[in-house]
């Protein structure tokens, strides 16, 4: 049995987070994702305890994408969002942004306190769940052999979502969203889908990938 503990094992008190995790060390089957979490020493505890192989980065969509964070207070912790009265204090003006950004920046700063290598950082992103789940290397690797899979962003692009954008039939929360950053091509196995916003794919271009559980984890104790 493999273990996903969320929000770097819900760690948005760090303090719980140091006082747990060493009684993990020896469990290989327990892994966790980043997801939502703004405390850097929540990964960076993940990291220097248990080693960057058992995290992986987590989204939280739609959270991700509403203003505010996680903060850590007290012997707890609260969340801030954008309608909560504390952006106006009386010595400046806080713009909050996307959690999803407070977010990626304390995984940024988890991963340069620990000093982790360039392919290491790629490791939390792709690879580690790509090796959990036995998809590596066809998955998760640019290298010979792996599936040409990319998307070509243009960080200059300023747009409203529109349904013609986002390629659904009737519905996407998404309508109607300001981005900054739009992809502008997006290839599948070498074959380009996207190209200048024209859907060029079809739906016989997806292809099922049976996923399976890695050997080395099937042999692991439960607990």
Known sequence: MMLILAHSGRGFQPAHKLEGVPDLVGLDNVFFDTSANCEPIAHQAIIRILGHERLMYGTDLPISHMR??????ADTFIWLYEQTPVWKENH??????????EHLRSLKWACWSENLTDSQVEDIFYNNAAKLLGLYPRKGAIAVGSDADFAIIDPSAKKSLSMNDLHVRDYSPWEGWEVD??????ILRGKVMVDKGQLLG????GQLIPRKINPAVLQRPAF
């Open 92 to 101: 400046s003006l806080i713009e909050p942004v996307l959690i999803g950004l």
């Open 68 to 73: 505010g964070r996680s903060l850590s207070a």
């Open 202 to 205: 079809t739906g016989n271009d």
């Open 181 to 186: 950053g739009w992809p502008t091509t997006v």
